[in-house]
Antibody, heavy 120, light 109 residues
Framework: QVTLRESGPALVKPTQTLTLTCTFS??????????VSWIRQPPGKALEWLAL???????YYSTSLKTRLTISKDTSKNQVVLTMTNMDPVDTATYYC????????????WGQGTMVTVSS | SSELTQDPAVSVALGQTVRITCQGD??????ASWYQQKPGQAPVLVIYGKNNRPSGIPDRFSGSSSGNTASLTITGAQAEDEADYYC????????????FGGGTKLTVL
């Protein structure tokens, strides 16, 4: 069974750096074609794609946020980490991680999401 | 970068057929995938590729594409299909950049 679970702080202050961890099971991120992505959703708003890391350690970022984002993986721990610098109240959102497989090229399994509030 | 455009809201009578559309230049090159999201829940993949359903997704959900428009069709909509629906595809630049549509709120009357 494939599962993903996001973890991180529920509250961060403006200008701080957010670090989120996606811990997954049921697949290996070293398998060809496998990817893990981060997506966020502000309250009442649409999904926004943030970043993706693939099995070959290639990394891709949202054009509008790439200067603030860093994605990395620890294959031995089955974890993908996202950092976002200089947090602002507009970054308040539920942050999801999701898997992409090479065969489907779609986010087939999602974590339950973690809500992050940016406030002083 | 690319954009995907969806109608904000669509309604359908119970048991009728509804089409939800997604427009964008990237759809001329890449398939859309479609996600259903109910309040307080994570999105669920319902259609991917040319017209593929993950295991467990009812066959009343189908997908199609023409030119710069992808469509999700629900044939015989049920009350439980009331949800937000999002399309997603690769960015026009290719590789692994992705983009979501703004979402469509489906109401089943």
């Amino acid at each position: 069974q494939v599962t993903l679970r996001e973890s991180g702080p529920a509250l961060v202050k403006p200008t701080q750096t957010l670090t989120l961890t996606c811990t997954f099971s049921g697949f290996s991120l070293s398998t060809s074609g496998m990817c893990v992505s981060w997506i966020r959703q502000p309250p009442g708003k649409a999904l926004e794609w943030l970043a993706l890391i693939d099995w070959d350690d290639d990394k891709y970022y949202s054009t509008s946020l790439k200067t603030r984002l860093t994605i990395s993986k620890d294959t031995s721990k089955n974890q993908v980490v996202l950092t976002m610098t200089n947090m602002d109240p507009v970054d308040t959102a539920t942050y999801y991680c999701a898997r992409i497989t090479g065969s489907q090229d779609a986010f087939d399994i999602w974590g339950q999401g973690t809500m992050v509030t940016v406030s002083s | 970068s690319s954009e995907l455009t969806q109608d904000p809201a669509v309604s359908v009578a119970l048991g009728q057929t509804v089409r939800i559309t997604c427009q964008g230049d990237s759809l001329r090159s890449y398939y859309a995938s479609w996600y259903q999201q109910k309040p307080g829940q994570a999105p669920v993949l319902v259609i991917y590729g040319k017209n593929n359903r993950p295991s467990g997704i009812p066959d009343r959900f189908s997908g199609s594409s023409s030119g710069n428009t992808a469509s999700l069709t629900i044939t015989g909509a049920q009350a439980e299909d009331e949800a937000d629906y999002y399309c997603n595809s690769r960015d026009s630049s290719g590789n692994h950049l992705r983009v979501f549509g703004g979402g469509t709120k489906l109401t089943v009357l």
